[in-house]
């Protein structure tokens, strides 16, 4: 091999070197760890805040059945519902159709702090050698308030928790939350609407 040619592959050798060693780096800055646990209330800053508004949500709503004896209010919906989900960086606005063509909006502001929950659930999945899949949930808690067929059920000054759930490791994206919860506290009653995301990397 003449002095050139041993030059120009020493020049690609460390080439492969650095490129290897870059993807090895950015591979573990999304690393988790076996027992991994993180509950935290953070400001809800424009990366999160951008996540969020690039998940959009399936076209069905579903009334959680957890109790027989819920007001008339809430039986009145049905058990499926049509969903439209409209966001801008001040609100999220649920738009909901019930099966006899009744709609309503409910409205949620978007809040300034954002309550971030990751665990390693610790089941039976083998590590392929970047760490757990961690279970993780987005929770939003705001004021809210609702319109039509959704006004007798959401007081103005009422709260209302969007729960974002999803997975993946040590890096967060819109594709990794796979469905949401709402959590609604209303003067008829407590119950909870949920449905899929329909932007999941499923």
């Known amino acids: 091999m003449t002095p050139y040619m041993r030059y120009l592959a020493g020049i690609v050798s460390a080439l492969v070197t650095f490129w290897f060693a870059t993807d090895a780096a950015l591979a573990c800055a999304c690393c988790s760890n076996t027992a991994s646990r993180y509950v935290a209330v953070e400001k809800l800053g424009e990366q999160r805040l951008g996540e969020i508004g690039r998940m959009t949500f399936a076209e069905e709503a579903f009334v ?10 809430i039986q009145n919906l049905g058990t499926k519902l ?11 606005v649920f738009s909901f159709r019930d099966e006899r063509g009744r709609a309503g909006d409910l409205t949620l502001a978007i809040p300034d702090t954002l309550s971030i929950f990751e665990v390693d659930p610790r089941g039976s999945e083998k590590d392929t050698g970047l ?6 949930e987005w929770q939003l808690s705001a004021d809210a308030s609702g319109t039509g067929i959704i006004q007798p059920l959401v007081d ?6 969007l729960i974002l759930h999803g997975g993946g490791r040590g890096c967060t ?18 119950f909870t609407l949920y449905g899929a995301l329909s932007s999941a990397g499923r």
Not at 64 to 73: K, S, W
Not at 156 to 161: D, F, H, L, R
Not at 173 to 180: N, P, R
């Open 64 to 73: 959680a059945e957890t109790a027989a004896d819920h007001p008339i209010e």
């Open 82 to 92: 049509l969903l439209a989900v409209t966001q801008t960086s001040k609100e999220i």
């Open 131 to 136: 760490g757990p899949n961690l279970y993780k």
């Open 156 to 161: 103005a000054s009422q709260k209302v928790t």
């Open 173 to 190: 994206e819109a594709m990794h939350f796979t469905d949401w919860t709402l959590l609604i506290r209303g003067p008829a009653d407590k």
